[in-house]
């Protein structure tokens, strides 16, 4: 048995537990239908302290936009049909670039190792009519209305709204899923921008200026 599955297992024990007859569906999808809604245990990675500098250094993007997407799903492998993860696969509308890798600033081409964070129109060569969008996916995070119930899951930050202004960094995993993912999340409100994050160390900046010119000046922290 996995560790995730332990953890959700432990997570959710006061809801009661699948019956043997469901265990031929998906694990989350099963206790939905016995129990109801279904709050699964948060997914927090260990590690040193993670600052802002320190996202710069692991990511490859920093953009600010406007959430216009956020869909929720449930996936499993052909391996492991029993076990089910949760994750939201989000849409930002972006206002301002603040920094990429230079190779985003070309289209993917047949056989390249790295897509695209952007979908449809390639950055920096846009229309003024075309706005740009990144896609990122978090795991373990989300929330799905699923056979009558709901199941939640909260990951590093608090699940995300279509219409909130946010500014966040990515980086492509291409070891699992071959996916753009979220690290360093804040959500802008009256010009102010406010971590998301409670496990990095960051901090709140009083403008968006004032966090752009962090990203090259903010001093590590581990």
């Known amino acids: 048995m996995s560790k995730l599955r332990l953890f959700l297992i432990i997570a959710v024990l006061s809801a009661g537990v699948p019956s043997v007859a469901a265990a031929q569906d998906g694990w989350v999808r099963a206790l939905v239908r016995e129990t109801g809604n279904v709050h699964l245990f948060p997914v927090i990675s260990c590690g040193p302290p993670t600052g802002l500098k320190?996202?710069?250094a692991e990511t490859q993007l920093?953009?600010?936009?406007i959430v216009t997407r956020a869909d929720s799903a449930l996936t499993h492998s052909a391996a492991t049909p029993d076990e089910e993860d949760l994750y939201t696969d989000y849409v930002i509308q972006v206002t301002r670039?603040?920094?990429?890798?230079?190779?985003?600033?070309?289209?993917?081409t047949p056989g390249a190792t790295e897509a695209s964070p952007f979908i449809?129109?390639?950055p920096m060569s846009r229309a003024a009519s075309s706005p740009s969008y990144v896609r990122v996916r978090a795991w373990?995070?989300?929330r799905l209305a699923l056979d009558g119930g709901v199941v939640t899951q909260e990951?590093?930050?608090r699940t995300l709204a279509p219409?909130?202004?946010?500014?966040l960094s990515a980086w492509f995993d291409r070891t699992f899923e071959q996916q753009w993912r979220p690290l360093g999340v804040f959500e802008v409100?009256?010009?102010h921008v406010m971590p998301l994050e409670p496990r990095l160390a960051t901090r709140a900046y009083d403008s968006v200026d004032a966090f752009a010119a962090a990203l090259t000046n903010e001093p590590p922290v581990r």
């Open 62 to 65: 920093t953009v600010e936009g």
């Open 155 to 157: 990951t590093g930050f």
């Open 97 to 108: 670039v603040f920094r990429m890798a230079p190779a985003m600033l070309s289209r993917p």
């Open 140 to 142: 373990y995070h989300g």
């Open 163 to 167: 219409g909130e202004h946010v500014i």
């Open 189 to 191: 409100v009256n010009g």
């Open 120 to 122: 449809g129109v390639a």
């Open 54 to 56: 320190e996202i710069v």
